[in-house]
């Protein structure tokens, strides 16, 4: 796939499901939380309140770039080790995940959005 290919939904939902497993076997990475906006997620929890179910996204957004596959994931990590070293694991376990499937990278974003503290371990 180059990256004016399009993944279609099957194909981009098993990836993200691939990559979301990959995250959650990183040494250090406690969690993987749904990627997106302050808004989307508000969006998403008010349309839960009203009863509509979950739409089955993964939690790991993937899409298709102009050059390759943008992968952005949201991790909580554990306090035990540095969270460079844990974030560089993870984006290793992810590119390797790219590599795996032969989609060419044009970004991984991750981002630590909580940081699991020591009385809770």
């Given at each position: 796939?180059?990256g004016g ?35 989307s997620?508000?969006l ?28 952005e994931?949201?991790?909580g ?10 974030l560089?694991?993870?984006?290793t ?23 699991q ?5």
């Open positions: 796939m180059d290919e399009v993944m279609t939904p099957a194909a981009r939902a098993e990836f993200a499901a691939d990559v979301e497993r990959a995250l959650r076997a990183t040494p250090g990475v406690r969690n993987v939380y749904r990627s997106g906006s302050l808004i997620h508000l998403r929890a008010g349309a839960a309140a009203l009863g509509s179910r979950d739409d089955g996204s993964p939690i790991v957004s993937v899409v298709a770039g102009d050059r390759g596959v943008v992968v994931a949201s991790v990590i554990d306090f035990s080790a540095p969270a460079n070293v844990t560089r694991s993870a984006y376990a992810v590119d390797a995940q790219l590599r795996a499937a032969e989609l060419p990278r044009e970004s991984i974003t991750l981002t630590v959005v909580y940081v503290p020591r009385e809770a371990a």
